[in-house]
């Protein structure tokens, strides 16, 4: 039963364009999201995140957005770059402890 | 600070063989866990501990041990290694204590086993 999805594998965008990483879930208990990036050979560094009771949270490029009643989460990175290349986990958590990860998301922006 | 580190950085084993993976951190966190990254599986949830003496189940415990005897270190111990538990293990940690909370966690390079 997988609490959390990414059902795209991959993304590939332009330099400079938007990318857009969604993200699924259906515990209606998860209160609290995050989003990781991970490069090879290293471990996942934390993004953003974002509480239920928000629906946007924004820092930077990069921009998070709940939908509660759809259950569903995404990341926008505007612009993209290509150091932005990675794989992105989202994450959610129903208390302060346990994380449930997605699948991740392998991004590539080209230049 | 070191953040949080994990040794050895790749490990070999056979069928059957017992090994521990090491884990520490330098900053205080109450809060560690080990994960394991399997291709198409994202990240799974194996062990956490909230604190010293204090251990709790995952997502994927089994064949799996861990202990908890101070902050800095949270071990994972693989009993009878199998070719299942062929994986990239992460151990993370994150700060618990105070009247906030914090749900982000700092994760380590990992450790990349194969079980043969």
């Known amino acids: 039963d997988q609490q959390v999805k990414q059902n795209s594998p991959s993304l590939s965008v332009q330099e400079g364009r938007i990318s857009i990483l969604n993200c699924d879930y259906t515990?209606?208990?998860?209160?609290?999201f995050l989003w990781y990036k991970k490069y090879p050979a290293e471990g996942p560094t934390f993004l953003i995140s974002?509480?239920?009771?928000?629906d946007k949270n924004e820092d930077g490029r990069f921009t998070v957005f709940l939908n509660k009643s759809a259950k569903h989460l995404s990341l926008h990175i505007v612009p993209s770059q290509p150091g932005d290349s990675a794989v992105y986990f989202c994450?959610?958590?129903?208390?302060?402890?346990?994380?449930?990860f997605g699948q991740g998301t392998t991004l590539q922006v080209k230049p | 600070n070191a953040g949080v580190t994990q040794t050895p950085k790749f490990q070999v084993l056979k069928t059957g063989q017992s090994m521990t993976l090491q884990c520490a951190q330098d900053?205080?966190?109450?809060?560690m866990s080990w994960y394991r990254q399997d291709p198409g599986m994202g990240l799974r949830l194996i062990h956490y501990?909230?604190?010293?003496?204090?251990?709790d189940q995952g997502e994927v415990p089994n064949g799996y041990n861990v202990s908890r005897s101070t902050t800095e270190d949270f071990p994972l111990r693989l009993l009878s290694a199998a070719p299942s538990q062929t994986s990239v293990y992460f151990c993370?940690?994150?700060?618990?204590?105070?009247?906030?909370?914090?749900?982000?966690?700092?994760f380590g390079p990992g450790t990349r086993l194969t079980v043969t």
């Open positions: 994450a959610a958590s129903a208390d302060t402890g346990k994380l449930i």
């Open positions: 974002i509480s239920s009771i928000k």
């Open positions: 515990n209606s208990m998860f209160d609290y």
């Open positions: 993370a940690s994150k700060f618990t204590s105070g009247t906030g909370q914090s749900y982000e966690q700092y």
């Open positions: 900053m205080n966190h109450e809060y």
């Open positions: 501990s909230v604190g010293a003496g204090i251990t």
